[in-house]
Nanobody
């Protein structure tokens, strides 16, 4: 079994900052890509940022220069530092991880339960 748990969401005023964390645990041999997605009310889930095992990052245009994604491979943990937050960033933020559970096993994707981020104006 694999568990993916996000934390760090909350209510913040516009211009403020939050740091999200995502911890993966359980039967894990290695983690490939890790990423953050968000889903605002009435909208589809969208990619916010992702990072490969080698540290290559990719960001949505709307968050470039404001958000920083990072990971601690020793702890199987993903982070998202969010600065200069705006009300339109209000959404449930989800962590996604692609995991190899054993040598030679195919990769499999897992989602966390999501953490609410609310930015007030």
């Amino acid at each position: 079994q694999v568990q993916v748990v996000e934390s760090g969401g909350g209510l913040v005023q516009a211009g403020g900052s939050l740091r999200l964390s995502c911890a993966a645990s359980g039967s894990i041999f290695a983690i490939n890509v890790m990423g953050w997605y968000r889903q605002a009310p009435g909208k589809q889930r969208e990619l916010v940022a992702q990072i490969t095992g080698g540290g290559t990052t990719n960001y949505a245009d709307s968050v470039k220069g404001r958000f920083t994604i990072s990971r601690d491979n020793a702890k199987n943990t993903l982070y998202l530092q969010m600065n200069s937050l705006e009300p339109e960033y209000t959404a449930v933020y989800y962590c996604s991880v692609v995991i190899y559970r054993a040598v030679g096993a195919p990769p499999k994707g897992y989602w966390g339960q999501g953490t609410q981020v609310t930015v007030s104006s």
